[in-house]
């Protein structure tokens, strides 16, 4: 079992920048692929990006690709969203998930977070 708590989430103006944290306990952190995926109000889930269990490789989304940037300190359990030129289209709760997987498929991750709320006005 991987217990999952996101944190860094708030309001910020368009252009700004966040950074989101992820804690992991439990079992094995290290050896999961760690994800963060959003999902704004009335909206689907959508994939944001993924990082490997020694940090490497990573991958993203297209709407992220180039602003946000994935990390992961396996000494601390956490992984990290750095998300910069943020738009008001970002707004959304961000959660992390943990799983055996890769990619963008939600069916890859096994543990999830209950969120973090992102609010980008204009």
């Known amino acids: 079992q991987v217990q999952l708590v996101e944190s860094g989430g708030g309001s910020v103006q368009a252009g700004g920048s966040l950074r989101l944290s992820c804690a992991a306990s439990?079992?094995?952190?290290?050896?999961?692929?760690m994800a963060w995926f959003r999902q704004a109000p009335g909206g689907e889930r959508e994939f944001v990006a993924c990082?490997?269990?020694?940090?490497?490789?990573?991958y993203y989304g297209d709407s992220v690709k180039g602003r946000f940037t994935i990390s992961r300190d396996n000494a601390k359990n956490t992984v990290y969203l750095h998300l910069n030129s943020l738009q008001p289209e970002d707004t959304a709760v961000y959660h992390c998930?943990?799983?055996?997987?890769?990619?963008?498929?939600?069916?890859?991750?096994?543990?999830w977070g209950q969120g973090t709320q992102v609010t980008v006005s204009s």
């Open positions: 998930a943990a799983g055996t997987g890769w990619g963008e498929p939600d069916h890859e991750y096994d543990y």
């Open positions: 439990g079992h094995s952190f290290s050896s999961y692929t």
């Open positions: 990082i490997a269990w020694s940090g490497a490789p990573t």
